[in-house]
């Protein structure tokens, strides 16, 4: 029998499982379930990844607790560094970046996986909520391996048929080819996962469609929170609760305060 | 045999932003130059153009300073997803928003260090930033034909930067490396003003200069927690409750239409005190040293 | 909990040098990391295109391994305007010579680093260069409608560098700061292979994370004195006597049709000799050991 | 009465005399001349002077005694850097080069001061001498405030009609307005400096003009060795001889080996 989770920490299993050794994986700030999936991953099957907050490049494998709350927030984070990514260049090695992995958020995403932070509104002058900006993610996401959409909600302003502005490229306008039609060299998003869900794409199409329901949620509930159809399979699994394992890591190593609990 | 003498870039945070006239473009660095830009507030200066993000960005707006951001990311800070002042004058049209990216800033930012009218950048093909920014162009690059987005150079008229220690020449060195876009900032601005946790000798920076991060800088000016609320790299932490308490007040005056509270801060903080001492007599000191890093 | 071990990047010039293949772009830094050249003329390779100059580039010449040079100087050393080998080369019209200047070598670096097809730069502009090296187009910039060059990418498959210490992880920290050109070649290469004087602990890294000049090297080999007969900054000072040796051979080859002496040298230090330590014993611990730097 | 000196010390006091104090000076390898002027200037009257010898930035106003032989020539100058000028990004910063003072030499020079590194000959696949090639030369002579055209020979190999291949851009094909036409924001070549003589450029044309003749030599003697009409004005002075203060800090501040005095 399974032991009981939070959907944060359900998810932050899910995406740590989804790592590999030897990847880099790079976390902005204000995304507590990556950069606990990334220290997890990195304590339980990670020896060689690297891990990168506020530029600064560490492996913390040896250390046997990584506290949080969140490094992304505490500039302390430095203390472990061994190089910095930035160095001053930040963006002038992002040939070598097929290894790197990212996480986005987004006010806005459509069928394709492109996502807004810009903001939401007609007119770019009039924004009815003007939202944050792009900080680094259209540049992240045209280069890295792969990256996840990390969402802290599900509705239907968020899941949009179209989004007011595009901040990154997912799949375009649809289709295997979308990215490399565009020039884009980067593998695009894997998965989006809500706390209602995980979605992946369709290989032809890279429309966003269903891989499973976390523990109590019905497709009804996620269609009547999405604004638009997504592909559902012929079963839909309920996602996978985390191994005991995992979950003793992640609550005795890295989310020690509980951040992801509550 | 030697003549004359070498002449110190030491000054203090009023001569140093005496450089600073309204209209011109301003660039804040991160770790933060906080009392730098409260100086910049308390002078009132107009009409500025800022590359700026978080508490700097929306005191800044919140102080009326501001006519137009070059705008990458405002986030407000712990639970508040947009900086409440940014937000209400961009929706409400009161501040140009000259909207970007990382990568395009710094690619707008490299131009102007390298004399260059523009720079390619492929991070933003696709999105919608070239229509919302009619600047950023679409272009065919001349050797293989890619689409890429060209940049204009982005040249600040004066950066404003936080460091841990300078000697008096303008040799800066910054300890846990200076914010991303720190260098960027200093290699594109016309001039460049660094606040500083300490002087040290000459010598100290000899000793080691490959660490030297900024060899020259316009102007130094020793301001002691001049980062705060924000954090200073090996020096302090930043000081959440004042973070939280200003956050509060820039709300209800954005959000609710309640300005008194923000108008207090401001007063209080920005313009009565007449020096970075003054200031941090008002934080009070053991404040300031239940900060410290380590 | 922890599982697995972190791998070392740690190996030999023999295995280091094995990445490389016949036909491929090498990049070599400065300070030269002699050792890996030398063991790249053992390895007799064949057909390679070189970012090089000095001694790695004229020896690399003089060994028969280079098709093309990616040039922009070749100087011999003291008091000899012009490496001989490279000289004779390309007078003959041995080897391709793809003409360029230190500013339009970085651009087409920094291209390949930034994943684009190609960066603008204004040095150049009125030279003979995109005349004798037609790859360097001439564009108009969309922006303003200046005259650029356009600098194609340049993506070298193998980076060789030289520097102080590293721990065995990659993470690699010069003295004295790297040369000029070693973090571009790093940037843009495929993979890179840094030779150093020592290793150190990781924690000693750790220590001083902005020292990390670079994050993680594909292989790190330690090569004590491995820049002989070159400098290496903080631990000895060139050859002198060695370098004029190679230079009056290399000169005696090239310009009077005496290639014996030069046949010799490249016999003795550089097929002859098995590994790095056995180079260093034919050199001698005591003509070594009168190199240090201080 | 003057002292008696070599011509390069007679060139190098010339030289250290047209530095102004605050200016950055950057000399490359195997340019004797100007490495023993910037630092003579700098010892006599350019306390805020910034010299970058092999990408070291350094302030050494302070010492009393600068050691040749050559900084150019040996990596050891970086223990009296403050800074780098490189880090890694070495032309990140022209804009910023106006204050910026550089050295060229030449294997021809024309009349209009563009000059070549390239090499000699008619076809660039066969050429009959093979030149160093441009180093940073042409990046440095776009962007720099002024710089000067040193050369160790006055002949007519050197001094011709045109340049067969142009490495650095002086004034082009001349006029005042020769590099603002090309867009090249630096000031070009202020001087041009030879074993014989010194030249400058006319106001208005940009042609290499007379300025001085190096003590016993003839005008004559320069006509003869220069492979096309220099302007020569109608008085032309004897290059002036240092100052004795200026030789006596050279010989026992800067060049106390006498490389210069040969």
Not at chain 2, 174 to 200: M, S, T, Y
Request: charged letters at 20%; a neutral charge; aromatic letters at 8%.
């Amino acid at each position: 029998m399974p032991p009981s989770c939070s959907t944060a920490e359900l998810l932050a299993c899910f995406l740590a499982r989804d790592l590999n050794d030897g990847e880099e994986l790079q976390v902005g700030v204000a995304l507590p379930i990556p950069e606990a999936a990334v220290r997890l991953a990195h304590l339980t099957h990670g020896p060689n990844m690297e891990l990168i907050f506020l530029g600064a490049r560490m492996n913390v494998h040896h250390l046997d607790h990584l506290p949080m709350p969140a490094f992304g927030w505490d500039a302390r984070v430095v203390r472990w560094a061994e190089s910095f990514s930035d160095r001053g260049h930040r963006f002038d090695q992002v040939r070598d970046w097929q290894r790197r992995v990212f996480f986005v958020g987004g006010l806005q995403v459509d069928p394709h996986g492109n996502t807004n932070l810009i903001g939401v509104g007609q007119d770019f002058r009039r924004l009815q909520f003007r939202g944050p900006g792009s900080v680094g993610t259209s540049t992240l996401t045209t280069h890295v391996g792969r990256y996840y959409i990390v969402l802290n909600s599900h509705t239907p302003r968020i899941f949009v048929p179209r989004c007011d502005f595009i901040s990154t490229v997912g799949w375009g306008s649809g289709g295997a080819d979308a990215r490399t039609a565009l020039g884009l060299p980067g593998g695009g998003p894997k998965y989006c996962i809500t706390p209602l869900c995980i979605l992946d794409f369709t290989p032809d199409e890279k429309r966003l469609r269903l891989v499973s329901l976390h523990p109590g949620v019905t497709l009804a509930q996620v269609q009547a929170q999405t604004g638009f159809e997504l592909v559902i399979p012929a079963q839909v699994p309920t996602t996978a609760a985390p191994t005991p394992e995992d979950l003793q890591v992640l609550r005795t190593q890295v989310d020690v305060a509980g951040a992801l609990r509550g | 045999m030697n003549t004359g003498v070498r002449t110190p870039r030491l000054c203090t945070e009023a001569q140093a932003v005496a450089m600073i006239e309204n209209g011109m473009t301003l660039a804040i660095g991160e770790p933060t130059p906080m009392a730098l830009v409260r100086q910049v507030i308390r002078r009132e200066l107009r009409d500025l153009t800022v590359i700026a993000s978080g508490l700097a960005l929306d005191l800044l707006i919140a102080g009326g300073c501001v006519r137009k951001t070059i705008s990458y990311y405002a986030g407000g800070g712990f639970g508040v997803p947009v900086a409440p002042s940014f937000r209400r004058a961009a929706e409400r049209g009161e501040i140009e928003v000259w909207e970007c990216e990382e990568g395009i800033l710094t690619s707008g930012l490299e131009a102007a260090g390298k004399g260059l009218p523009f720079l390619p950048w492929r991070g933003g093909v696709g999105t919608s930033l070239p229509e919302v920014n009619p600047d950023l162009k679409l272009m065919r690059d001349p050797i293989n034909g890619e689409t890429l987005l060209a940049v204009p150079a982005i040249k600040p008229d004066v950066a404003l930067l936080h460091a841990s220690v300078a000697d008096v020449y303008g040799n800066v060195q910054h300890q846990g490396g200076p914010g991303w876009i720190d260098l960027f900032l200093q290699r594109a601005a016309a001039r460049c003003i660094v606040q500083v946790e300490k002087i040290v000798p000459n010598e100290a920076i000899r000793a080691a200069p490959w660490a030297t991060t900024i060899g020259r800088a316009d102007a130094v000016v020793r301001l002691p927690w001049g980062a705060h609320p924000w954090y200073s790299r090996g020096w302090y932490v930043q000081d959440s409750a004042f973070l939280a308490a200003y956050l509060a007040v820039a709300t209800a005056a954005a959000e609710r239409d309640e300005p008194a509270g923000l108008a207090e801060f401001l007063h209080r903080y920005c313009h009565e005190p007449v020096t970075h001492a003054d200031y941090l007599e008002r934080v009070g000191l053991k404040r300031l040293l239940a900060l410290h890093e380590y």
